[in-house]
Structures are given as C-alpha cells and as structure tokens.
C-alpha cells in the first residue's frame, strides 16, 4: 500500500482545513486508517483514526469535536476535516494503514503503511 498525503498548507486560527490521503492498492478497506502529526520539536502523535467500514472512528482528546475524520472506500481516500483551528495544531500530518490496528488504533506500532506527511500551519 501507498499512501499520498496532500491538502496542507497555511491558515489562520480559527479557521478550518481539508487534508486528504490518497492509497494505492484494491485492499484499501480491509485497513484501519489513521492520522498522525508531529510538531517541531515533538514526538509524533495520534490524531485519528477509522475503521476498514468506516464504522468507528477516534479522536485524540487535544481534537476531539474540531476534526472529523471520514473514508471512501471506493476512492481509497481517507480525509481529515479540521476546523477551529488552533496554532498548537501546526505540524506535519501523516496518514497511515494499519492491518493490525483494529483494537489499537492509536498505537503507531499497529501501522504498517505510512504516507510522507503533508505540513499544517496555524498562524496566531
């Protein structure tokens, strides 16, 4: 599986953003899909995550009720809406395929694939 993030760029606070991750591959549903950030100067963290059916979804505390995180099987595109956004919300965001990540979906570890980050800035 590849993947390819894209949509980033800079914005204001408050605002909101679409980011999208396009995958390649006819096994696309059959992977928990996950969103990553680092931040400069940090370790990478969880962001979101959805299920193959798009069933269930989770959020990190930090953007629970900002992001919605969305797929389309049919597309093999995962997207992250982003809105109010926060300058603390500034870093590259990763998307990442996981095949082993249905009961730990927010454990990096569980990712098998991951895409090449697109950056996010939030200016103040």
């Known amino acids: 599986v590849q993947l390819q993030a894209y949509g980033g760029g800079l914005v204001q606070t408050g605002a909101s953003l679409s980011i999208s991750c396009a995958a390649s591959?006819?096994?696309?549903?059959?992977?928990?899909m996950g969103w990553f950030r680092q931040a400069p100067g940090k370790e990478r963290e969880f962001v979101t995550a959805i299920t193959g059916t798009g069933g269930s979804t989770y959020y990190a505390d930090s953007v629970k009720g900002r992001f919605t995180i969305s797929r389309d099987n049919a597309k093999s595109t995962v997207y992250l809406q982003m809105n109010s956004l926060k300058p603390e919300d500034t870093a590259v965001y990763y998307c990442?395929?996981?095949?082993?990540?249905?009961?730990?979906?927010?454990?990096?570890?569980?990712?098998?694939?991951w895409g090449q980050g697109t950056l996010v800035t939030v200016s103040s």
């Open positions: 591959g006819r096994t696309f549903s059959s992977y928990v």
């Open positions: 990442a395929a996981g095949g082993g990540a249905y009961y730990y979906p927010r454990d990096q570890l569980r990712y098998n694939y």
